[in-house]
C-alpha cells in the first residue's frame, strides 16, 4: 500500500489498515466499469459518500459508527476492485468470503464490528440501491423508465437537491478522509 503497510488479501489484520490508502484506492477505482458521462470516473469513493449521504437522510437519528459503516460499505474494493453483480456471481463464492475478510479487518480497525447488525446493513443496501438508480440516470445514460426497472425508485423527497457531479479523485480521497475523520470523532 502507498502507506508503506503490507496487506496479506488472504489474511488481513487490521493492523494493516489505513484510511489514507482505501481513500486512495477508492478514489481511483471507477464504478460501471467507467461507463459515465463527464471528464472524470465516477468513483467508488464519491459512491461511497453519496450512500453514506442517504443512509443518513433515511435514518436522521442513526449513530455515527453506523454512519461510518455506510461509508465504508464498499472499503474493500480499494485492493480488490469493483466488479459489476453478474461478474461476481461468475468468479464463484471465493469473491464473497474475500470481501468478507477484508471487511471485517477494515471494520475492527475503525472500531466497528466485524460484522455490521442485519438491520443496519439492510439500511446501507437500500441507499446502495437507490444510489445506483441516482447514478444510472444522472451518469450512466439510463432513460428513467428503465432506471425504474432495474433499481430501487426514492423517494423524491429523500434525493432532492442530489446532484452527481463528476470530480477530480484527489477531491474525492480529500472529502472521503475528512468525512471519515468526522465520523470516527462523533464516535467518541
Do not use: C
Request: proline share 7%; glycine share 6%.
Amino acid at each position: 500500500m502507498l502507506s508503506g503497510r503490507r496487506l496479506d488479501l488472504l489474511d488481513p489484520t487490521p493492523v494493516d489498515i489505513e484510511i489514507e490508502d482505501i481513500a486512495h484506492g477508492l478514489a481511483f477505482v471507477a464504478r460501471w466499469n467507467g461507463q459515465t458521462f463527464g471528464d472524470y470516473p465516477y468513483s467508488v469513493a464519491e459512491h461511497s459518500l453519496l450512500v453514506e449521504a442517504l443512509f443518513t437522510r433515511m435514518n436522521p437519528s442513526v449513530a455515527p459508527r453506523w454512519q461510518l459503516a455506510a461509508l465504508l460499505h464498499d472499503a474493500p474494493e480499494y485492493v480488490i476492485g469493483d466488479m459489476i453483480s453478474p461478474v461476481k456471481a461468475a468468479v464463484g463464492p471465493g469473491y464473497g468470503e474475500l470481501d468478507d475478510r477484508l471487511a471485517a479487518a477494515i471494520h475492527i480497525r475503525f472500531g466497528l464490528p466485524a460484522r455490521i447488525p442485519a438491520a443496519i446493513k439492510k439500511q446501507i443496501k437500500k441507499a446502495d440501491r437507490i444510489s445506483a438508480w441516482l447514478e444510472a440516470i444522472q451518469i450512466a445514460g439510463f432513460k428513467r423508465e428503465e432506471a425504474d426497472k432495474y433499481f430501487l425508485v426514492p423517494n423524491h423527497s429523500l434525493i432532492q437537491g442530489i446532484s452527481i457531479d463528476l470530480r477530480p479523485p484527489v477531491d474525492v480521497r480529500t472529502d472521503f478522509t475528512a468525512r471519515h475523520h468526522e465520523l470516527l470523532s462523533g464516535m467518541g
